[in-house]
């Protein structure tokens, strides 16, 4: 290999379907962001990937549809960041894409990320990597979290303990101890983003709830709260991980029908604290240290109601953005692909067996020759 091919792109779509993450990074000597921009998806391809997180009818011709549509979406976001930024393609060496998640079933083993591959591959003209979480899920773990092998690698202290904290649609943590002979910790502590993202279309059109403000407007309800608390994964012990398949529209409309008499804005109040209480809990019952710095990344790092929650839920942590690590909060999840793509073609683990429940390391991802 040049040593000159050592750009990798990372793209991501996640559960929160808010848009397309793409980087450039190189991680040798050290970690180095290059660019970043995000691509929208469009409403129509938006909406067919949202009905096929749930069964429905003529799934699979649906499903190649998509499929198609999103790689070359992914292909032409890619094309665009290397056009906009000027950036030598010969010198990158692959592309990590992690696909839309259309369904994730850890307890059937299995998972599907869509996203044609071999359309980015032959698009870009750009060896391809995609497809990671379903070798881990062939030794036996969840598939997921993965970014915590990425959080390890670059982000963990010799000094003290952290815990990087991703809010996308779902919310996920990653607990680095100091002590390397400690396990690190992942796994995804419930919802984040995507049922006040649901609500809030659901009620004013509106695709997010800016810095939580329509939140802010609402009052807590503690009953509501409670109900929605009760659902078991809240209490599970890790490795664990979940999706849209529990955390729904539906799902919040069932427990809805035993308050009808609560507002809208109350309802989306209640939302946001049931994802901050959540990963508080988690974090209280689960992490086995409790001295430790939280770094947010992620879209809900931008939500500022969500981080007030989360300081007054656990007052005595300090919290700030994964910025301060150097690596900025909207481009962590796209940056950790880009990684894994590296890892992939270095012929190097992906995965963290303490973190999925993995019965051993494996290398991750399905290769896609340029």
């Known amino acids: 290999m040049s040593k000159l091919k050592n750009i990798y792109i990372g793209l991501m779509s996640g559960t929160s379907l808010d848009g397309i993450d793409i980087v450039a990074a190189r991680f040798e000597p050290s970690f180095q962001l290059l660019a970043s921009q995000s691509a929208i998806i469009p409403a129509e391809l938006k909406n067919k990937l949202l009905s096929l997180t749930q069964p429905g009818s003529n799934e699979i011709d649906l499903m190649g549809i998509a499929d198609n549509a999103l790689g070359q979406l992914f292909a032409d976001a890619t094309n665009q960041l290397i ?33 044609n591959a071999n359309i980015i591959a032959e698009q870009t003209r750009i060896t391809t990597v995609a497809d990671f979480r379903r070798r881990d899920m062939a030794t036996g773990g969840q598939g997921a979290p993965l970014v915590p092998a990425f959080h390890k690698a670059l982000l963990q202290s010799s000094v003290d303990d952290r815990i990087l904290l991703n809010v996308g649609g779902m919310a996920n943590i990653t607990f680095l101890p100091c002590n ?13 983003n995507v049922l006040s993202d649901a609500w809030i279309m659901h009620c004013l059109k ?11 407007s609402g009052s807590l309800n503690s009953a509501l709260l409670n109900d929605l608390l009760s659902l078991p994964y809240f209490s599970e012990a890790p490795p664990k991980s979940t999706g849209r398949e529990q955390f729904n529209l ?10 009808s008499t609560l507002s809208d804005a109350d309802v989306q109040r209640t939302l946001l604290e049931l ?12 992490v086995p240290s409790q001295q430790f710095e939280l770094f947010v990344c992620g879209g809900g790092s931008n939500n500022r109601f969500m981080l007030e929650r989360l300081r007054l839920l656990m007052p005595q942590i300090k919290i700030s953005t994964s910025d301060k690590l150097g690596i900025e ?17 270095d012929g190097e683990s992906g995965n963290v067996p303490d973190v999925t429940g993995a019965s051993h390391e494996r290398i991750l991802g ?3 020759p340029a």
Request: contains cysteine; charged residues 20%.
């Open 180 to 192: 390397i002979d400690q396990p690190v910790m992942g796994f995804d502590t419930g919802p984040g």
């Open 366 to 368: 399905s290769i896609h």
């Open 250 to 259: 539906d799902w919040v409309q069932q427990i809805l029908a035993g308050h």
């Open 275 to 286: 994802t901050a209480e959540s990963i508080s809990s988690n974090i209280r019952q689960f």
């Open 206 to 216: 509106q695709p997010f709830d800016h810095h939580g403000d329509w939140a802010r």
């Open 329 to 345: 909060a909207d481009w962590m999840e796209a940056a950790a692909f880009a990684w894994l793509a590296k890892r992939c073609l």
């Open 83 to 115: 056009d906009d930024n000027n950036i030598d393609r010969s010198q990158i060496r692959a592309i990590g894409s992690h696909g839309q998640t259309i369904r994730h079933r850890p307890e059937c083993g299995f998972t599907l990320q869509i996203g």
